[in-house]
């Protein structure tokens, strides 16, 4: 039987004309509006039983025992898991390093780590089960800084490490380190009129998806299992599941679920294995679905940083050169750390020309809660420290902040610390024009005839202001993003497409294993083969590991890279469908020989615009499929030593201009607009580029003003796994977000496209900070800024 | 325990219902209908927004058994819901009220009310899952309040979180859904 | 657990008394979010939203008898001129959602500091109607908040109604969150002017153990508006005074250093509530002179 709220494939009729370059709407969007599009939780399977996880409730333990046997004696309980029930000598998983426990073996390393899994009937016996499970723990000290990692008796968060970065670190506790090194700080600098320092810190978010992750396992009659599951890359969850069962990759079976966000926190595995296990123990369906709470345990953050920059500058505005140290918190796992520290090192200098670098990012193990992937990688820190050193230096240099950035812009050929050049277009001081010159919003909104409109003011509801202390301020930054995976990955991407006559119209199928996760590329990827193969009904397969991998959905890439297989596809098949043309009809007519030849309409057309036959003529009793993977151009691995290398694939550019108004006596923030220009290359769907950017930019906004998982210092505890104290952005708190999009074609990416989703999530978060630095005066070099940073109350009384 | 209660206009019975089960699981595990999302269980999101008695609430925070003998409107009963309520007013010029031939695979040509037509052409659903709880509140606002301001929008939307959009576009539906349901009145 | 469904009052009297240990709920705003994550496994749950009369309120004379189940935003909707402080806290509440079911009742039940409620209701005056098989008995706000999270309810009492004075002037709320809507208050501050007995109250939310008033404060505000002639002249009140007013206030409180904030912090954002508080309360109270004299 199958499991109820599998996804069909999703068709748009004949209504649907749009190819690329059109704001087609959403395939999904009416299943998704009547509550029947089915999420990974709303799953369920006949007698299917319930999966709970034990964390850990210490953050660095030795574990002196569990005893299991009360849970097990609970009626309607059906399986109880300790790391001693694993199937195989594969124990551990890691999406480059295979680091991370299925289950505590002998230690939990942070807070919330599982260590037991239990099925029962109902989820309430499988609470009540997971609570008689005994854990005696024998506490470690823990790491939770620098000092902490390095100190000369540090405990090793992970002990005899074999991993292929162990090598080159200059500490067990340092998971990786990347310097990069570019013509001689030592001499530049020596030609600075003014040199700025700061000392940054930003502190950890969280990706904050609103549909926890969840899934249902199946066990399947020939000792396999079906997984539905809300993931961002199902093959690589794939690679790391099947070993851990003992599983062959083919008896593990992957069916992509409806995804309630990502933005990087589904890159890891999360309840995947755990399900699979129960399910396999028990012969049942098991389905897990975290709460809230486990959420915020069950998935990576995006690391908090301590950056430390020097920039120098000559007394006409030129950048001299740039010294960073950026520290980044990876937690207790590796996740996706090394990767993150190739960003935050080849991206430390921002859009702009520095010549003389010198460069240092690392991560830490430690006990806090492990830190990954989240839109921006590692990028987003750095951002949000050197955009401060740029007004810094322009406000020292008496300049203006936007003016002494566009001096320095980086442009096309300009060659980036890594020794790469920048080879397609790199239009910052365009898009800081452009963000510049849209019309302000007018003052004082919030005055009206019948007094102050709280709900516009600095407090909102709470009434907290009718204008008294509140001051505006305007604040600029800008940002680089690498679009696709770096450092020599091999990033690819898998499609198929069929093209057949179904009741006597064309049709085009496109079956690939990318992740819907919402941005809407099912709607992009069918209006590519509307425009490549001339039809108007295309079907969208759901997402499954019966083809090829089509790669993470991140790091801005399914566009471009899945985008681009399926463009590959197409072509291919549009080859196939001509000869079968040529084969039937070519002596009807001399330009099936001589013509360069399209589909346009459901028909082969030449590139005169003459038709030569319909579709469903040509391929009356026949159909095409061809399944191609496709690659972007290769990339380089960064030298251990000195970060050179071709790295990236491609780049992408934001900038943004916020309006603030802060009540300067009680710190509250409104952002009252938060302008973007963006270069998309090719706008694909119009539309979707604008909910990219929009969304984007308003989780950069709550990294400024709300955001951060609090981590205890003393304990490495999480301090606030809720949505009551880790506060994302309301309706109430988000500004209109004009945005001018831009669009320069990239000669090297399909349509010339740019990967959009990231980057406007990195200077979103600095223009906010800079604006509130110009209403108040005051530095402030952590994000997200808090009330009593802004009223100088950050100490403790007594 | 049982409980009875009406869920968009049908009488609906669950069983063997945990006395500390909520309105939302009884919604999602028990009557089949999934449409009201699960996303903080704490009141913090709106995702789980349903009608009681026709004003909208968390059902996350409402026990099972306080719904005993009460009326509910979940996302999936939005359509009809809005529909006798235009059919109340003699405004039957909805765009989307005609229901055309339902495409099982994408749900196309199903009825819809006119605030979910207005997302889907607004851009204002991604991944989709604040989406149910939004169109509940919004269209109980757009019944209160037919021309909302913007500031009015913002006020009543203020319990449902969204992570993808920016809210900008559920701003532009609502406003849609506004100027649609002032021409068609 | 027990799941009862009193269908009045006296039902829901006597099945308390039967089992003290009974958690009422009514918006289930607090006891819904810890039963669904695993904090709280009352032996019985009782549902009061089948008690009608605990969703009526009255308008009296002198006070308002508010039913421990109207909803917040039937108060910010109907008692705007009767109760404006709490109808301003009322707003201020949580979420729409929320503020359609939940009532005073639940603040006050779960009487944490950070209720949105008590402030608003030490400002004004109030009594809090409680009863048991035993008897009916009004507690005093002032005497309600018994600790972190307690309250004056015996085991077996149930709360009723909350009596709240009748404004005789005009009352502002105002409280502190880290975002423009839905949040917990990291502080808040109500202030009534009481013209008719030439006394000001205040209430102060999130800043100590439980709610408070700042008594030191207000003893000071009424001697100094007495000494000035002010409720007579209708004079600004005095910038000096007003920091004095708002620098009691700050000494009345007892904060703690939490997640949402600092105890310095809360200390400093009471100070500033209190003098805008005033301020907006105080010309309100002028504009409501020179109207009435003006009518005269």
Redesign the interface.
Known sequence: MAANGAPTKITQGSQTKGGIGESTLRPDGTLKVTGEFAYSSDMWHEDMLWGQILRSTVAHAQIVSIDTSEALALPGVHAVLTYDDLPTDVKHYGLEIRDTPVLAHGKVRHHGEPVAIVAADHPETARRAAAKIKVDYRELPVITDEASATAPDAVLVHENREDHHAGHVPHPNILHRQPIVRGDVARARARADVIVEGEYTFGMQDQAFLGPESGLAVPEEDGGVHLYIATQWLHSDLRQIAPVLGLPEDKVRMTLSGVGGAFGGREDLSMQIHACLLALRTGKPVKIVYNRFESFFGHVHRHPAKLHYEHGATRDGKLTHMKCRIVLDGGAYASASPAVVGNASSLSVGPYVIDDVDIEALALYTNNPPCGAMRGFGAVQACFAYEAQMDKLAARLGMDPVEFRQLNAMEQGTVMPTGQPVDSPAPVAELLRRVKAMPMPPERQWESSEGADVRQLPGGLSNTTHGEGVVRGVGYAVGIKNVGFSEGFDDYSTARVRMEVVGGEPVVTVHTAMAEVGQGGVTVHAQIARTELGVTQVTINPADTRVGSAGSTSASRQTYVTGGAIRHACELVREKVLEIGRRKFGSHHPAWATAELLLEGGKVVTDGGEALADLADVLEGESVEVEEEWRHRPTEPFHPRTGQGNGHVQYSFAAHRAVVEVDTELGLVKVIELACAQDVGKALNPLSVLGQIQGGTTQGLGMAVMEEIVVDPKTAKVKNPSFTDYLIPTILDTPTIPVDVLELADEHAPYGLRGVGEAPTLSSTPAVLAAIRDATGLELNRTPVRPEHLTGTRRSEG | MRVNFTVNGRPQEADDVWEGESLLYVLRERLGLPGSKNACEQGECGSCTVRLDGVPVCSCLVAAGQVEGREVVTVEGLADYAGQRSCGTGDRTSPSGTARDTDSQTGEGTRLAPIQQAFIDAGAVQCGFCTPGLLVAADEMLERNPDPTDADIREALSGNLCRCTGYEKIMDAVRLAAARQSEGA | ???L?PASWEEALAAKAEHPTAVP?A???D???E????HR?PEY?M?L?RVGDLFEWEVGAESVRLGASVPYTRIMENLRAELPGLA?AS??V?????R??GGVGGNLGTASPAGDAHPALLAAGAEVEVESVRGSRRIPIDEFYTGVKRNALAADELIRAVHVRKADGPQ???????????????CAFGLALHPQTRTVRTGIGSAAPTPVRAKVAEEFLNAALEEGGFWDNGKIVTPSVAQRFADLCSAACN?I?D???????R???VG??AR?TL??TWESYRGARRITEGAA
């Open positions: 657990m027990d799941f469904r709920i918006g289930g705003t006891v819904m979010v039963i669904n994550f695993d496994r749950l549902d939203n301003l707003h201020t949580a979420s729409p959602q929320i359609n079911r502002q709320f105002s409280k502190v969150g880290t975002r423009n809507a839905m949040v917990i208050a990291v904060p250093d997640v949402r904030g600092t105890a310095s912090y200390r400093h954002a500033v509530m805008r301020t907006w």
